[in-house]
């Protein structure tokens, strides 16, 4: 793994892609480039009784000069830095800062691909990527790109919540554990039977001190550290969860307020009409009408059009 920052100062982790791995889909773009630049070479051969020698031999360069520039330029342009071999074996090629790969990346790895693998049988490739980092060779270092692997391995499901343990972690305060601290216990959870016994207790103890200081209580005695971090993070999965879904039960509209006395609510939450406990409606929503009451008698008025003095 390595650390990629983009452009909006975000780290990113990426799987950087492994030399043997590359070195197959190396072969397997060879192949195919050879392949058609031998038909390639048989028509241009059965052509000559039909074309000028000079004309042949140009369109024999300019054939040639297509499948070794052309086509790892045209690939990793159109499909976002993956060739044929690429594509086969899960890699593609990035920019230095995660985003896709660009023509003049494209064609600075294509023009150097020339030289270090078909002019000089692939050693400058193989010298840089062993004493590069991140497995660079020269053309992506001119080009600044970094070839990835897409393809995770397939990590183990993370373990449930200890039977013995699910009752002590209900009562644990898990306001101070941070997202880093708990990201680094699931992937060691998750690669747990993957690792060297020796290096998976060692990095579990330290894991497990990290995640003791700011969690409480302190496990029971005895318990082991891939038990009392599977008791954590099942225990935190199991929180958020339930705050989901109350928060998917709860309705948007429901008062803050509620179960207050109308005089202690804010101005404009307790309109007319409603109760503690009831909807908040928004300020400024006419209330329910009134009910009717009786209508009263018409006044009787003389010829006029005067009413009679009380």
Not at 13 to 41: C, F, K, M, N, Y
Not at 86 to 94: E, I
Not at 132 to 147: E, H, P, S, W, Y
Request: aromatic share 6%; net charge positive.
């Amino acid at each position: 793994m390595s650390e990629v920052v983009t452009g909006e100062a975000v780290v990113v982790e990426v799987r950087v892609a492994q030399l043997p791995t590359r070195a197959l889909a190396v072969i397997i773009d060879g192949v195919l480039q050879l392949t058609v630049l031998a038909v390639a070479s048989l028509l241009v051969g059965y052509s000559t009784a039909v074309l000028d020698g000079a004309l042949a031999t140009g369109v024999l360069i300019l054939v040639t000069v297509l499948v070794l520039v052309g086509y790892p330029v045209a690939c990793e342009t159109l499909t976002r830095g993956r060739t044929l071999g690429k594509l086969a074996l899960g890699l593609r090629v990035v920019s230095d800062d995660g985003g896709p790969e660009r023509f003049r990346q494209a064609l600075f790895r294509g023009l150097a691909g020339v030289l270090e693998f078909w002019m000089l049988a692939g050693a400058p490739a193989l010298i840089a990527s062993l004493s590069n980092q991140r497995g660079k060779r020269l053309g992506d270092i001119f080009a600044g790109t970094i070839v990835i692997g897409e393809r995770a391995p397939r990590q183990d499901p993370l373990p449930p919540m200890p039977a013995p343990l699910a009752q002590w972690a209900a009562t644990l305060e898990l306001s101070q554990l941070p997202d880093e601290l708990a990201n680094t216990a699931r992937q060691y959870l998750s690669r747990f039977g993957q690792l060297n016994p020796r290096a998976r207790d060692e990095l579990g103890m330290r894991i497990a001190a990290q995640m003791s200081a700011v969690v409480t209580p302190p496990p029971p005695p005895g318990v082991p550290p891939h038990a009392f971090l599977a008791a954590v993070l099942a225990e935190r999965r199991r929180r958020e969860e339930l705050r989901l879904a109350r928060a998917r039960v709860a309705s948007p509209y429901e008062t803050p307020y509620a179960g207050m006395p109308y005089d202690a609510r804010p101005y404009g939450t307790a309109p007319y009409g409603t109760s503690p406990g009831s909807r908040q409606i928004p300020y400024g929503t006419p209330g329910p009408a009134a009910p009717p009451g009786p209508v009263p008698p018409p006044a009787t008025t003389t010829p006029g059009g005067f009413l009679p003095p009380e």
